[in-house]
């Protein structure tokens, strides 16, 4: 797992398993070369939601859109994030030109601090919200050369990458200041992405403003699209942003006393809104939470919206409660969050109050759902007033829903498609939604991360290889950076469910007896306090197994005896107890 | 942990924590005596969903209502269900007349076998599907004595169960046959449970039957009345399960091919009209999972549908694609169940195909998303048609809504109200939907798991004592059943996380220095064999650190060294891993 990846530290950079005999090579290894054709290679975000990376190919040079990461969860125990396999770009590192940025969510831009200096240090290609996110974050990073980021606007003419690529960027509607599509111009035609997108909209009718945007794709050559997938499985129009904020504006007017919005610290232009609705109200607002915090950094630093009644929470009391509205992290129940210490009265400076309104505005993100109940039952125990999203329209998502999806596929005349930004099954699912649209099914492609898509022919045909780019796993953990190791993740596991159970003995080699009674050291199996008489029949069967096999043995087969005291004592604790723990024998001869 | 719990084996009833100091009596150790009141106790149900339990005492008189068993999560790793703490109930065991049991749900039946020998085999009231229900479960148990169960009906006159308390059972729309609620006939008023219910409607309106059934309570005295709490934060009428029932009909009568329903095994009464279904249609039926299998068994024995056409897997190659269905448990992804292994391709006889249609009649259980998604992108990856409740409405709730929840509250002229069978949130909102429909505050007490309620004077007063029944979860672990040890489970989380890391030295108690090189064992903490120069560095720090401090040391304080080495180890390891495994020091003098 181990390319020891260094922050400050030594830096290291073991080629793994270098020692490895020669095995027969995988269809990664004999990739074909790359003649004419345009080579499109999802490297992750398309078996899942998270680290999205897409590389663009063609001739000798290589684009690359998006660096994302993926949060860990209980299937990788001990992991911290999980990034795009890259090793096909680091075999092909000299060709890389650019990476292009569509937003600046971790799903986008967290991999870079990580695959940056493995890319060869391209330069960065974004807008400006984007730039300050990632250099914000490679702040953390002291030993990485620094960035060479050019920032872009938006509907800007198109820049040259190459001598045969060219790069635009198009404004769309999400959660975070400046994000954009991306269109690569090649030779045989635009390749267009959506990044990630939703449709501000009234009841299912796109806003004028969209409907005169997505016009300039009406005239264009669009040779392959690429598109989010997260809400394909809602039917219809997404709420609109501008619905769900007239709904907490009338919460805000309404409130008796304080009010306290939570939401997810990168829905950014929410959080803009709710510091003019403060204005609004003539009330002071408090920034709680580290991502919040860092992003009203941004929003100050390109002064997005009027700040100065942002007050240090310090001041809280300073006013009365009915001037006070705190903008919090912590809506998803996140055990240290700054909301879930309001809750369970940890909280430094607030107390919840009765007069208090609570408002999440976020939905739960799959997999928190127990948090966010525990973060509920935690809040509920004060007497505020808490509103959801599940009583009062307070939430929308920055992605479209398919009724979105569908409105977005027919203002792009494009050839090829190719689903990206989600599960297999959403990917199936806005396969066949382009397929009724009239989009013949030869003409588009449901990638795997590693699936090596080619245009071919000069656009004629769109293809997918049989050999892929490698695709396993790469993560994070503490300083090191490499391929997941099953074995430890599966120890890892089984140490959750049943402990481990570490015996010690030590054998007199001469006569193969044990000098004293085994030692047995265990954690996460039973409370061994309470199980006093489990240890003194296991030190018994310990005994009779090593010595069983020991004494009269010479030399002593210590492998033998170590097989022979497992199997024993593994058997042993499993009648017992119905557990399975790791056994661990250490026999040493003396 | 471990009263060690046999089964089959030799029992134990070890008194835990005898040699224990005395410490200072907590307040559950000092609950008055129960004078002229109604003693009303929740042990649990009431700040989860699931281990529902509920203890109603009068005079010399206990009855308990449901015995519950709860699903552990990720906050218990290794534990296999969570009780309620019955602690109470054993002190009193001698007062125990009866358990009544409102329905054969595990969240209200399944503590029974882990139990009711510690509360002294007390006769089981219930109707008869929950009753073969109770036998089948007991199966597994064969060591404990036979269950004293006495099957009643619903709406029968009441049965007398002690001199001051009788019971009465009501039938309920849930989703089980058989399902109840119950009232308790005390001298001063009626407890009337309403166990799990939900409204058959059409649009929101309650079907005729519902309302000439809840009219039996317009003339009765309620004294205190307990509700359902589980989908108070969904607003209005869940859709009727006739409604969804007709949906599914019209599926499988366009289904081109084999038709597979996925759904709980628990929806028992889906799963009859599921057979219905497939009668009309001319379709064979196959069940499938182990659940579904008990289920259906119990089905047959009542003799509550025609089950001629249900066929053995086996033989399902006789028959045409559009003369079979499926049913089979296994929509919640759980990993080895039937529908997971047909998505995976591993199921023994079931290969998926284009001309399949599969309907996942359930919604996801929270927790579970993840699993689910799974599920959907093996399904996704077969060709065939996938049906789930966010396209076509193919799954309804047992549990009522907030608006049958309303409309309920509305049927029953009761005093006082204590909501249950909900997160700590659920039943807040529920007390505020009973105080917005004219409750007066003071007659409504959100209760904990173990919270002592209690009717004084008469019935002219509810009141919540100071002192608690004792509520720390007891857990059923392989063969043990008790306290839930917080040191064991803090270790658990802590060796998945970052794994062990165990050092063995041999001291030569002479010289105080090593007699070689020190030994490491690791499990879960990083790939050791792509680790060697770490591992290498560990073994001179732990060699300096241990002499560092037991040479000249005369006699050797072990315990000193230990210290030393585990944390010189421990700041090693976080230095270059940024990891904090359990470091194991195992020092050995000879």
């Not at 989010?228 to 008796?256: C, H, M, R, W, Y």
């Not at 599940?390 to 409105?407: I, Y």
């Not at 047995?520 to 090593?546: C, D």
């Amino acid at each position: 797992m181990l390319n020891t990846f260094t922050s400050g530290l030594r830096h290291k950079n073991i080629h793994r398993r270098s020692n490895a005999p020669m095995v027969a090579k995988k269809p990664h290894d004999i990739i074909p070369t790359l003649g004419e054709s345009i080579r499109i290679i999802p490297l992750g975000g398309v078996e899942e939601i998270g680290r999205n990376m897409t590389v663009i190919e063609y001739g000798e040079d290589i684009i690359v859109i998006d660096a994302g990461i993926k949060f860990t969860d209980y299937e990788t125990p001990g992991v911290d994030y999980i990034l795009p396999n890259i090793k096909y770009l680091e075999e092909r590192k000299d060709h890389i030109r650019a990476l292009v940025i569509t937003h600046g969510h971790l799903d986008h831009i967290g991999s870079i601090p990580y695959v940056i200096d493995r890319l060869g240090n391209p330069p960065i290609y974004t807008r400006e919200f984007g730039a300050l996110l990632i250099q914000k974050r490679q702040v953390e990073f002291p030993h990485l050369a620094p960035l060479d980021i050019r920032i872009v606007e938006a509907n800007d003419t198109s820049i040259p990458l190459t001598a045969n690529l060219k790069v635009r960027f198009f404004g769309v509607t999400h959660s975070i200041p400046d994000s954009t599509g991306v269109i690569i111009e090649t030779p045989y035609g635009d390749i267009v992405n959506t990044g990630d997108v939703r449709i501000e909209n009234e009841n299912g009718v796109p806003d004028q403003r969209e409907i005169e945007h997505y016009k300039m794709f009406k005239d264009r050559n669009i040779l392959l699209f690429c598109m989010d997938s997260t809400n394909i499985e809602q039917p219809g129009f997404s709420l609109s942003e501008t619905f769900i904020l007239k709904n907490i504006d009338g919460i805000v007017a309404a409130a008796p006393g304080r009010i306290i919005l939570a939401t997810f610290a990168t829905q950014v232009e929410r959080v803009i809104e709710f510091i003019k609705m403060a204005q609004h109200y003539s009330r002071k607002v408090i920034i709680e939470g580290r991502s919040m915090k860092t992003n009203v950094e941004i929003i100050k630093h390109l002064n997005l919206v009027e700040t100065s009644h942002i007050i240090p929470i310090e001041d809280t009391t300073k006013y009365p409660p009915n001037k006070i509205m705190i903008i919090t992290t912590g809506a998803q129940g996140e055990e240290f969050s700054a909301l879930m210490r309001m809750s369970n009265k940890t909280h430094k400076f607030v107390r919840l109050e009765r007069s208090d309104t609570i408002v999440l505005s976020s939905s739960a993100i799959p997999g928190n759902e127990r948090a966010i109940s525990k973060l509920k039952d935690n809040l509920y125990r004060h007497d505020s007033k808490i509103i959801t999203y599940l009583d009062s329209d307070v939430h929308t998502s920055g992605h479209g829903r398919r009724g979105e999806l569908e409105w977005l596929h027919k203002q792009m005349p494009y050839k090829y498609f190719m689903p990206v930004h989600g599960n297999h099954y959403r990917l199936k699912m806005h396969a066949e939604l382009a397929a009724r649209l009239g989009c013949p099914r030869e003409n588009i492609i449901v990638p795997d991360n590693g699936s090596i898509l080619e245009i071919q022919d000069k656009g004629a045909k769109f293809v997918k290889l049989r050999e892929k780019a490698p695709s396993e796993d790469m993560v994070v953990e503490g300083l090191s950076i490499g391929d997941i190791s099953d074995v430890v993740i599966r120890d890892r596991k089984m140490l959750a469910e049943d402990g481990i159970f570490v015996v010690i003995a030590l054998v007199n080699t001469r006569t193969g007896y044990l000098k004293k009674s085994p030692d047995i050291i265990a954690r996460g199996f039973v409370y061994l306090r309470e199980s006093q008489e489990l240890l003194s029949e296991a030190r018994g069967i310990i005994k009779r197994s090593i010595e069983g096999t020991t004494v009269g043995m010479n030399p002593i087969n210590f492998d033998y005896a170590k097989n022979a005291v497992t199997e024993d004592v593994s058997r042993f604790l499993f009648q017992r107890t119905a557990k399975k723990p790791i056994v661990i024998p250490v026999i040493l001869g003396v």
